[in-house]
């Protein structure tokens, strides 16, 4: 919408107010609010998510192997350690950017859930599709090749769909504005 003609003739700005009158963040959107979100910000999002998920991943292959469980507890307990180490690394710089515990738990939920689950279905998918990837065992090549593969995989998945996601002013974009 443009400005009316009479408007135009004040000051150095032209009548036009800047961002920050409008109540704008500097980067031209507000968590909730439809953006552009370029290919960085997803892939950013989408690392950060890839790196709780993988601390949690390995974390919970490790204890599986270790205690002698079965394929589907293993699954069970390295996708719940994922998505807690997951929340976990947006919980920690929100915490110490003042927010509270409440708020906190809530900005994480709504910033990293859709976001955990397509990494967690893909990168599980892809370990239960490489035959013997999940027997292999910690010690082989074959379990860790397969769960690089299987991380990257979820990250190339993952990113489009974060870019959708903060493009509509939600996942990551509701905590862009406590990062500093």
Same mark, same amino acid.
């Given at each position: 919408?443009?400005?009316?003609?009479?408007?135009?003739?004040?000051?150095?700005?032209?009548?036009?107010?800047?961002?920050?009158?409008?109540?704008? +963040?500097? +980067?031209? +959107?507000?968590?909730?609010?439809?953006?552009?979100?370029?290919?960085? /910000?997803?892939?950013?999002?989408?690392?950060? !998510?890839? *790196? &709780? !998920?993988?601390?949690?991943? $390995?974390?919970?292959? $490790?204890?599986?192997?270790?205690?002698?469980?079965?394929?589907?507890?293993?699954?069970?307990?390295?996708?719940?350690?994922? =998505? =807690? =180490?997951?929340?976990?690394?947006?919980?920690?710089?929100?915490?110490?950017?003042?927010?509270?515990?409440? *708020?906190?738990?809530?900005?994480?939920?709504?910033?990293? /859930?859709?976001?955990?689950?397509?990494?967690?279905?893909?990168?599980?998918?892809?370990?239960?599709?490489?035959?013997?990837?999940?027997?292999?065992?910690?010690?082989?090549?074959?379990?860790?090749?397969?769960?690089?593969?299987?991380?990257?995989?979820? =990250?190339? $998945?993952? /990113?489009?769909?974060?870019?959708?996601?903060? &493009?509509?002013?939600?996942? +990551?974009?509701?905590?862009?504005?406590?990062?500093?």
């Amino acid at each position: 919408m443009s400005e009316p003609a009479h408007h135009t003739s004040h000051g150095d700005h032209g009548g036009h107010r800047s961002h920050r009158d409008h109540g704008h +963040h500097e +980067h031209g +959107h507000q968590a909730g609010h439809p953006s552009k979100a370029s290919w960085r /910000t997803a892939a950013s999002a989408t690392l950060h !998510c890839l *790196t &709780g !998920c993988a601390i949690g991943e $390995v974390l919970g292959l $490790v204890i599986g192997t270790a205690l002698g469980w079965s394929t589907a507890p293993t699954i069970v307990l390295a996708v719940a350690l994922a =998505f =807690f =180490f997951g929340y976990l690394l947006t919980l920690l710089p929100l915490r110490r950017a003042g927010v509270d515990w409440g *708020t906190a738990i809530r900005l994480a939920l709504a910033a990293d /859930t859709v976001s955990i689950i397509v990494m967690e279905i893909i990168d599980n998918g892809v370990m239960l599709a490489i035959p013997g990837a999940m027997d292999a065992g910690l010690a082989t090549p074959l379990f860790w090749g397969a769960l690089a593969l299987a991380l990257l995989v979820a =990250f190339l $998945v993952t /990113t489009p769909v974060n870019k959708w996601i903060i &493009g509509r002013g939600r996942g +990551h974009a509701v905590v862009h504005a406590y990062h500093h």
